[in-house]
């Protein structure tokens, strides 16, 4: 079954990593938490992909910005500074001899509980901090060739619901908008907001080209991509006509091209939407030249 943009090759390295466990380096085998972790009866924490390149954190200043924004909003205290968060992530990565194709799944949880319950205050330990870097790259065939979407019934709510600015561990309603679109035989769901616009993808954000300019979404009902905002950077930079706008699917059937863009694979081409062909139903010369505009953007990024 196709994993859509998180595809990747296994790579047997991955199995001797080690993984760094609230300040403790230890084998992937030994990396356990808690049943009474918050974020194992809960899903109460929040989380970051990270990119390793060139032996540097890609955009690590947006990550913690957005990982401590979303604690703040959960009243958690991660407990440690983000210069020593990112420190540590830096060890973990070090210890392992790491330095290129390098995915960090970063995940902080509220911490030990005295008992299955939702109020924080049964909390009975300092968060929970677990740092996982692998050996992960997207497969090539994946950026080249494209992936296929589905709009599925599961919307991107309202924030008095559940605040879709917050990456927290809570991800049911991206779940189970995965599964109808891998039950619809697609690699990944289209989500709408509340009123029926385009909203976001479940697990990336979504761009549709356009005349030559490239929309996505308001971004009202999605998190604050860090993948998004650096297209965005780059179409600005390189006089790419680029909004944050509502619209509709109707405008998406008619796009001349479509992408999605995350922190794993950057950006994906998307080819087909609800069984219709994007385009020519290949990647087109947009998506490819955003592509080396961020790469570019990642490698500037990346240098000391």
């Known amino acids: 079954m196709a994993k859509g943009t998180h595809d990747y090759q296994d790579d047997p390295r991955n199995a001797a990593i080690l993984i760094n466990l609230n300040g403790t380096l230890v084998p992937r085998e030994k990396a356990l938490v808690s049943v009474f972790d918050?974020?194992?009866?809960?899903?109460?924490?929040?989380?970051?992909?990270?990119?390793?390149?060139?032996?540097?954190?890609?955009?690590?200043?947006?990550?913690m910005k957005r990982l401590y924004e979303g604690a703040k909003a959960i009243d958690m205290d991660i407990g440690l500074a983000p210069e020593a968060l990112v420190a540590r992530v830096m060890e973990t990565v070090a210890a392992n001899g790491m330095e290129d194709g390098v995915h960090i799944r970063l995940m902080v949880t509220r911490g030990l509980k005295a008992t299955p319950y939702q109020d924080p205050r049964v909390t009975i330990g300092a968060p929970t901090i677990v740092i996982i870097p692998e050996y992960k790259d997207p497969l090539p065939a994946t950026v080249e060739r494209g992936i296929r979407l589905f709009t599925v019934h599961v919307r991107r709510g309202a924030p008095d619901v559940q605040d879709p600015k917050l990456n927290s561990h809570s991800k049911l309603n991206c779940i189970t908008a995965c599964i109808q679109a891998a039950k619809a035989g697609a690699d990944e769901g289209l989500m709408l907001d509340p009123d029926g616009f385009v909203a976001t993808c479940n697990s990336t954000?979504?761009?549709?080209?356009?005349?030559?300019e490239v929309w996505t979404s308001t971004g009202d009902y999605c998190i604050p991509g860090i993948t998004r905002a650096a297209v965005l950077r780059a179409c600005r930079e390189a006089g790419i006509p680029a909004f944050e706008k509502r619209f509709s699917l109707t405008e998406v059937y008619g796009a001349d091209e479509a992408f999605v863009t995350g922190t794993f694979a950057g950006l994906v081409p998307v080819v087909e939407v609800d069984g219709r062909t994007l385009g020519s139903g290949a990647r087109g010369p947009m998506v490819a030249r955003l592509q080396r505009l961020y790469m570019d953007l990642v490698e500037r990024e990346s240098r000391p």
Request: no cysteine.
């Open 38 to 63: 918050s974020g194992f009866i809960l899903g109460d924490g929040v989380w970051e992909g990270l990119r390793l390149h060139h032996g540097r954190l890609a955009f690590i200043d947006q990550h």
């Open 205 to 212: 954000h979504f761009f549709i080209v356009r005349d030559g």
